[in-house]
């Protein structure tokens, strides 16, 4: 079982900056893939981005590439969600997701699809004013 707490969020203006963080316990963190995902109100869960369990490869949703970074440390447990031009329709509930995939490495077909996670945290608030 992985227990997954998210961290980082807050009110930031139009065009700042924002990282998020991941914790994770409970399991051997390099045997997953991670990812983030969104979800505004009133909207569905929007895949963000991902990254298989070396770092080597990464994944964004189009919307957000150029402008999101999403990185691992291995040694600490802990994936990061670098955010940078945000905007406003970027508010939402940020949440990390854990996949073991096959032994960490999620296909690039498969990275947005948030039923190929296994483990979800609870969320961290993400408010983008204009």
């Known amino acids: 079982q992985v227990a997954l707490v998210e961290s980082g969020g807050g009110l930031v203006q139009a065009g700042g900056s924002l990282r998020l963080s991941c914790a994770a316990s409970?399991?051997?963190?390099?045997?997953?893939?991670m990812g983030w995902f969104r979800q505004a109100p009133g909207k569905e869960r929007e895949f963000v981005a991902a990254?298989?369990?070396?770092?080597?490869?990464?994944y964004y949703a189009a919307s957000m590439q150029g402008r999101f970074t999403i990185s691992r440390d291995n040694a600490k447990n802990t994936v990061y969600l670098q955010m940078s031009s945000l905007k406003p329709e970027d508010t939402a509930v940020y949440c990390c997701?854990?996949?073991?995939?096959?032994?960490?490495?999620?296909?690039?077909?498969?990275?947005?699809?948030?039923?190929?996670?296994?483990?979800w945290g609870q969320g961290t608030q993400v408010t983008v004013s204009s």
């Open positions: 409970g399991g051997t963190f390099s045997n997953y893939a």
């Open positions: 997701a854990a996949a073991y995939g096959s032994s960490g490495y999620l296909h690039s077909n498969n990275v947005k699809y948030d039923y190929k996670y296994d483990y």
């Open positions: 990254i298989n369990w070396s770092g080597g490869s990464t």
